[in-house]
């Protein structure tokens, strides 16, 4: 339905900061919830933020509120994470994702709701 692809990961320091950036192609982005999820080595995919077609309505994981934020630009067709504060616990390949369909909170913290996947941008925290 639609494609999806990240970037603005690297290699930072604990306490610095990064943004990611996800770009939309194929269908039309306001259609669409948004997420995004990360994979750590060894670990399953986890959630990490979500945020309505709107913009109105954003939900994040406890281990990130206060330090990260999503957004959405409609009209760019592109949903952002901007990361502060970063840990080396957030080392992890981060994940953009689209879902289609009702508005449910819980929808978007479960995986298997998303219908859409990016290829996923590294992110680095080192002590």
């Known amino acids: 339905q639609v494609q999806l692809a990240e970037s603005g990961g690297g290699l930072v320091q604990a306490g610095g900061s990064l943004r990611l950036s996800c770009a939309a192609s194929?269908?039309?982005?306001?259609?669409?919830?948004m997420g995004w999820f990360r994979q750590a080595p060894g670990k399953e995919r986890e959630y990490v933020a979500g945020l309505s077609r709107s913009g109105g309505s954003a939900y994040y994981a406890d281990f990130v509120k206060g330090r990260f934020t999503i957004s959405r630009d409609n009209a760019k067709n592109t949903v952002a994470l901007q990361m502060n504060s970063l840990k080396p616990e957030d080392t992890a390949v981060y994940y953009c994702?689209?879902?289609?369909?009702?508005?449910?909170?819980?929808?978007?913290?479960?995986?298997?709701?998303?219908?859409?996947w990016g290829q996923g941008t590294q992110v680095t925290v080192s002590s």
């Open positions: 994702a689209a879902r289609s369909g009702y508005y449910f909170s819980s929808d978007f913290y479960n995986k298997e709701k998303y219908d859409s």
């Open positions: 194929g269908r039309t982005f306001s259609n669409y919830h």
